[in-house]
Nanobody, 127 residues
Framework: QLQLVESGGGLVQPGGSLRLSCAAS????????IGWFRQAPGKEREGVSC????????YYADSVKGRFTISRDNAKNTVYLQMNSLKPEDTAVYYCAALPHWACGSSWYRRYEYDYWGQGTQVTVSS
């Protein structure tokens, strides 16, 4: 069974850091680009970042550029999202998802491009 499982969410103060993990089971991430999305209450799910599998190309939403870093460890079948300088507006449920090809591409931020989704992990930034 193909599965993605996110972990690492929690409560953090503004300016703090968290590292989210996205672990795959039932398939290898070597052939899939992986994206991170987030959804705040009452808002649409938005693309945060994406990493291609073959060349490691990375993409970021403008709102997180310079603060978040996506990376992958294919040996551990896991993708990470390092989040620094967190702001209250980063509060959301964060999801990872797999694209059915190795490259993120120019439409990486479109949720309907993705085949497999994790269950999400809550990130709350508050003092």
């Amino acid at each position: 069974q193909l599965q993605l499982v996110e972990s690492g969410g929690g409560l953090v103060q503004p300016g703090g850091s968290l590292r989210l993990s996205c672990a795959a089971s039932g398939f290898t991430l070597d052939y899939y680009a992986i994206g991170w999305f987030r959804q705040a209450p009452g808002k649409e799910r938005e693309g945060v970042s994406c990493i291609s599998s073959r060349d490691g190309s990375t993409y970021y939403a403008d709102s997180v550029k310079g603060r978040f870093t996506i990376s992958r460890d294919n040996a551990k079948n896991t993708v990470y999202l390092q989040m620094n300088s967190l702001k209250p507006e980063d509060t959301a449920v964060y999801y990872c998802a797999a694209l059915p090809h190795w490259a993120c591409g120019s439409s990486w931020y479109r949720r309907y491009e993705y085949d497999y989704w994790g269950q999400g992990t809550q990130v709350t930034v508050s003092s």
